[in-house]
């Protein structure tokens, strides 16, 4: 629960684990350790689904950042493309041709040049929303 006069300005997934409703490995293995009782819950689980409309337009602007070697890369693209579709801010970094950079590579990876590039984007990235949002309340 955040205090009231705070506020989600923006949020950078690193990868991700968003549909846990599909019928593949991921669907059927990770509501259990995710969510525990709340899984059997109809109402809970469509909460829990993004491409749901009364979840992304809740949502801050988002940059996603995934690569060809990540397992759930069809994952990170099909949730940035949920929030285009709604019309919501988003920034996609998809590296591509490095076997290397695997799941969540910007923080398992951290020593790797595009582990750095990537860093250094999101970075931008926030601080370059941090600013935007600190001009429209002034």
């Known amino acids: 629960c ?5 506020s989600i300005k923006a949020i950078a997934y690193i990868s991700g684990m968003f549909y846990v409703s599909e ?14 009782e709340k899984r059997k819950s ?10 749901r409309p009364e979840t992304l337009d809740n949502l801050p602007p988002a940059i996603f950042t995934t690569s060809d070697a990540d397992f759930l890369r ?3 693209l099909k949730y940035c493309r949920a929030y285009q579709n709604s019309g919501k801010d988003c920034t996609l970094l998809d590296y591509k041709g490095n076997k290397e950079l695997k799941h969540a590579f910007p923080a398992t990876r951290s020593n790797l040049p595009e582990s750095r590039e990537a860093i250094f984007k ?9 600013e935007e949002s600190t001009m429209q309340s002034l």
């Open 2 to 6: 955040l205090p009231n006069d705070m």
């Open 23 to 36: 019928k593949d490995i991921i669907g059927r293995l990770y509501p259990a350790t995710l969510y525990g």
């Open 42 to 51: 109809t109402e809970f689980m469509t909460m829990m689904n993004p491409d």
């Open 74 to 76: 069809s994952y990170t």
């Open 122 to 130: 999101i970075t931008q990235w926030i601080i370059t929303i941090f």
